[in-house]
Structures are given as C-alpha cells and as structure tokens.
C-alpha cells in the first residue's frame, strides 16, 4: 500500500478523526498513485494516521478506518453489517415500510458511499472513485447481508462522482434485474424511478418530516412547490386535506406525482398537479388561498462560491409565502444546501418573515432523520434544515 505524507502542523483534523485529508495538507505523493488506491495516511513525524482512497481534487483522500490497523479483507462487509444493525435497531424494517438509507457515507463510517433500499433493491451511489472500483465488492456484500433480502443492486453513479476522474461510469444492474418499483413508506406507496429519476429516485430523507406534515394537514387547503414525486402530497391526502395542489417545473415530475396520488388515492378529486415554475405560480396566485405550503426547493447553493445568492434565494422564497399565506397558515419550508448551515438559514427565513409584516412564530425545527445518520466529527453531513411556522 502506498503511503501519503502529510505536511508539518496537518494532521490536527485527523486527529479529530475528520475523515477528509485536504491537498493543501499534503507534502507529497508517492510515483504512480491512481485515483481510487487505497493508500495510508501518516504525519510529518511517520506515525500512521489512516487509510483511505485517494482522489484528484480538493478532498484528495476519503477516510475509511482511522489509525494504523490494516483493513480487514471484510471491511465493507463489516460496516454493511454494522449500518443495517442500526437501521433495524430503528424501526425501519416493517411490514408498511420497507424503503430507507442503508448508507450514509461519512456518517456511516464508508465516506463517499451512498446506498438507499427500496424493498428488494438496493440503489448504490459512489461519490468517490474507490468506492466506485469497490462496486462489485459491495454489491455481493449487499446480497449477502442476513436478513436483508436484497435480490437487486442497481448501480447509479453517472453523475455523481468526480469528473476530473474520467471513469465513464455506466448506470446498471450489478445484481439482479428490474421487478418492479413500488415502494412502501409508513403504508403509503410510491412509485421509485431509480434509472430516470433525481438522486436514487426517492427523498426518503423528508420522510419523517412527511409524517409530521400529515399532523397538520386536516382540513387545511395544502399547497406543496418543488413537489417532486409528489411525497408530502400524499401525506397530506392522507391526514384529511380539504385539497392539495402540487407545483413542480419539471412535467415529468408532475406525472410522476399524479401516479402516486393514484396509487394511493385513486379518482381523488382533492388534487391537482400544477406543471409551472414555482416562483411564477406563488406570484400569480391568490393571497390567502393556502394556510398549509410546503417549501422544499432544489439546493439553492451547492457550492461554498453559491452561498450568498443561495441565500438570497432563500429569503426571496419564503418572503412570497409569507406575503400570500391564510392568517393562521402553517409553513414548512426546508433548505438541503450542505454549505447553508442551520444558523444562516434560519436566519434567512427569520428576515423574510421580519420584512412581511407579519406575526411569525416557530413551531419545530426539523433536519434529516436517523437513517442519514450524522459523524460527530464531520459537520458537514448534516444537510438537511427545516423550519415549522405558523403565520398570523
């Protein structure tokens, strides 16, 4: 195994056991090092600091173990085993639920892995290139896990890993076969595009935060914007919504929302599926129409350089929703910019809701469930922000 030497005085953040090694901390690499090696990481002085993969880039290696233990040939299998003991331990595997994170990777100690289970199938991303050349390995490991029941591994990572990295990677079966896509999620079912579909197809991150919505949604005229497949829709059928409205850009987005409703809800008069830019619709709409509105946008700042127009973004938003929601409406608006911290915007919200005039008051704050798990020594994992508020 090839050894990266680290730079007099760099070493602090490993030993904080963050899992990231920066270029800039690097004195030198050894000849020949390719993107995805597995390589040890030691300080100026010699002692062994970790193993991880190596990668082009800011991030140029990924942490797998901290210290100077080996890894065991079982390792990814250990730590599949370790996450799905965590996911049982949650409740996640039931007969009305059977779609979840299994991976979260630096949060499930398998930094640049992303794998989420929709019933029999497992949708594995890699996000970095070592886990990209560990595939296969993962994939038998994913079948073999006790009680798991994985039959299918569908790999997905045309987009998600490096491009520098130049590793032309093909989205394909690894285990198994296409049978089938309906999922269940707290007994309500969804139809998961993993091959066409955003991410590995679903938002299972929101799910708790689904179920909360539903608390809310009785009797109230709901309207959902960056609808998506449609989930917190559904949920707010469920928990007895006089009608629900769901606005998404994208018109396959739409149609995918309109099958969830009728798997769920069929011949429903109670929804409508509106295909237009969300910004345009809030604008256009009537004041006073909605007094529940889900705000759950794309990431308005994916890079660090993104940051002030993100938050911007965020202020223009939730300013609109206040100036047109009912007196008493409920708002949940959300945020998954990994680089918007909870502070910033929360304080975005807070100044939209100072310029509106109105009374606003804070009911919950919510973030990503257990399943998406967070490493004390990596911050950055924790992605998701959401605030409840109730408008007067």
């Known amino acids: 195994m090839k050894t990266i030497r680290l730079k007099p005085g760099k070493e602090d ?3 904080r056991w963050h899992p990231w090694v920066f270029s800039g901390a690097i004195a030198s690499l050894p000849p020949d090092l390719e993107e995805g090696e597995t390589v040890r990481v030691e300080a100026a002085d010699g002692r062994v600091l970790g193993t991880g ?3 082009i880039g800011s991030i140029a290696v990924r942490i797998l173990q901290m210290g100077d233990a080996p890894l065991a040939d079982d390792f990814y299998s250990r730590r599949l085993r ?3 003991a965590l996911r049982r331990t949650l409740g996640l595997m039931r007969p009305d639920n059977n779609c979840f994170r299994l991976v979260h990777g630096e949060g499930d100690f398998l930094p640049g892995l992303v794998v989420d289970i929709y019933g029999d199938t497992a949708v594995m991303q890699a ?3 070592g886990m990209h050349f560990a595939r296969h390995e993962l994939a038998q490991a994913l079948t073999d896990l006790p009680d798991a029941r994985i039959r299918n591994v569908y790999y997905k990572s045309e987009t998600t890993l490096p491009f520098k990295a130049r590793l032309d990677p093909e989205n394909e079966y690894l285990v198994g076969a296409y049978d089938g896509n309906i999922a269940l999620e707290n007994g309500l079912r969804f139809n998961i595009d993993w091959m066409r579909g955003q991410k590995t197809g679903f938002f299972v991150d929101q799910r708790d935060n689904r179920s909360l919505l539903e608390k809310y949604a009785k009797d109230r005229t709901v309207l959902n914007m960056f609808c998506y497949t449609g ?4 949920y707010a059928m469920r928990g007895g919504a006089l009608s629900v409205d769901s606005v998404d850009s994208s018109a396959k987005a739409a149609a995918l929302t309109d099958a969830n409703i009728a798997l769920n809800f069929p011949d429903d008069p109670r929804h409508t599926t509106h295909a237009v830019d969300a910004f345009k619709f809030l604008t256009d709409m009537d004041a006073d129409r ?3 509105i889900i705000l759950d946008p794309p990431a308005f700042a994916k890079h660090r350089s993104a940051l002030k127009n993100g938050l911007i973004g965020y202020r223009k938003l939730n300013a609109k929703a206040f100036e047109k929601i009912k007196s008493g409406g409920i708002l949940f608006t959300f945020s998954c910019s990994q680089v918007v911290t909870r502070e910033a915007f929360r304080m975005a ?3 939209a809701a100072a310029k509106s005039g109105r009374n606003v008051r804070l009911l919950h704050q919510l973030t990503q469930p257990a399943d998406h798990p967070v490493n004390f020594a990596h911050p950055e994992g924790e ?3 959401g605030l409840v508020l109730q408008v007067d």
């Open 53 to 55: 993969h190596f990668q």
């Open 13 to 15: 953040s490993l030993l």
């Open 127 to 129: 996000h970095s290139p």
């Open 290 to 292: 909605y007094d529940l």
């Open 383 to 385: 992605y998701l922000k």
């Open 349 to 351: 919200v807070f100044t």
């Open 231 to 234: 989930g917190f829709s559904v």
């Open 82 to 84: 370790d996450a799905f």
